[in-house]
């Protein structure tokens, strides 16, 4: 059977529409992004207060749900782990991190990834297809009613970021990502604020342009892993054919235009990108400008080819960075004993 439209790939304002071409009375589009946003609801059965002829007319049009879990996985350090497997068999993850402050949802944009990065396990099975947007959201939608079945210890209710650092280029898949953040910030959605919201790219020109120009309002990480072209080519190799001066270039301006500081994300790889004359060209490039480093030791792939500096390393970069003035943090992986590195779980899947 072919799969319909997900009636959560539309947007609030298409579902007001949709309702509106229905002949029925404007309240009735509240009441089903409500049962759609707000509660989540999994079968139309549950939409009780909504006529049975919008409910079958819909069924008849759209599918409600796209994903069935496969897999959870609960680390020990909180980090819980999700495999879903879409309606054509495709598989991927998603991710709760408990921060401090908040729980992150951490979730995936594309089936595999077409970027090749050497450290990504996303990047070893390439691209298979891009998420739809109702894909995207029922990731965000199961992991709310996960931690609302079992609060995450000391952050109970505490709204919960997102962060797109799951599989896939969120920017090779800009339209599907641009009407998912719409829901996501829209009232009638999940009302949440672009301040909760983070974007990570490995930078593609053509995506970046795209984000500059929609400037959806919400925090932008910029994944770079090398302080020259032909460094950063070496690990990340499609992102690579955009030049870092116009990686940094558009990613400030997006900086500028949202009022809110970037992010860099500097992946640590032993004898690879720990080294300090690396270090001390990426202080030059990013001094002065709208953007803060987040350096992440790398998180070891099965293969085991290549692995995190040790601590000394991890600081010593560090240190070069702070002494030139760019304010730098160091980003602990979570759940590195359930395969928590990108990709990862999946592909230990694939493999077995
Ligand atoms: N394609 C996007 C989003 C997915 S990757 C991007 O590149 O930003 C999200 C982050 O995880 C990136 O910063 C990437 O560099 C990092 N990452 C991927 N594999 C990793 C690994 N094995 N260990 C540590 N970080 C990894």
């Not at 500059?212 to 990480?221: D, E, F, K, M, R």
């Not at 002494?323 to 230990?348: H, W």
Request: proline share 5%; net charge neutral; charged share 25%.
């Amino acid at each position: 059977m072919e799969n319909k439209t997900l009636l959560r790939s539309l947007v609030p304002g298409d579902i007001a529409g949709l309702v509106a071409a229905a002949g029925l009375p404007a309240y009735r589009s509240g009441q089903l992004t409500d049962w759609l946003f707000t509660h989540g609801a999994l079968t139309w059965e549950a939409m009780t207060n909504l006529p049975g002829t919008l409910r079958k007319d819909l069924a008849e049009r759209f599918d409600l749900v796209g994903l069935d879990t496969v897999e959870r996985q609960v680390s020990n350090d909180g980090t819980r782990k999700f495999l879903f497997r879409l309606r054509d068999g495709a598989t991927v993850e998603s991710v709760i991190i408990p921060m401090e402050e908040h729980p992150t949802f951490c979730v995936s944009t594309q089936v595999g990834c077409a970027m090749a990065c050497r450290f990504c396990a996303t990047a070893k099975g390439g691209l298979v297809r891009n998420l739809d947007t109702g894909e995207i959201l029922e990731q965000v939608l199961r992991l709310r009613a996960d931690i609302a079945a079992e609060p995450v210890p000391g952050l109970g209710d505490r709204q919960f970021n997102i962060v797109f650092m799951g599989m896939g280029e969120p920017l090779d898949n800009w339209e599907e990502v641009e009407r998912s953040l719409v829901t996501m910030m829209d009232e009638r959605g999940l009302a949440m604020s672009g301040r909760r919201i983070q974007i990570s790219t490995s930078g593609p020109g053509e995506g970046l342009r795209k984000l500059v120009a929609a400037s959806p309002g919400v925090g932008l990480t910029l994944s770079l892993g090398g302080s020259t072209d032909e460094e950063r080519r070496a690990v990340m190799p499609v992102p690579g054919r955009t030049s870092i001066k116009e990686a940094l270039d558009l990613t400030v301006r997006y900086a500028q235009g949202t009022r809110r500081r970037a992010t860099v994300a500097w992946v640590l790889i032993a004898d690879s990108t720990d080294d300090p004359g690396q270090a001390e060209r990426l202080a030059r490039l990013l001094r002065g400008k709208p953007l803060k480093v987040n350096l992440i030791p790398m998180n070891p792939l099965d293969d085991a080819k290549l692995a995190p500096p040790d601590e000394k390393s991890i600081q010593a970069f560090r240190r070069i960075l702070t002494d030139a003035g760019v304010d730098t943090f160091v980003r602990a992986s979570g759940g590195r004993d359930i395969a928590a590195a990108c990709g990862q779980l999946r592909r230990r899947r694939l493999k077995s």
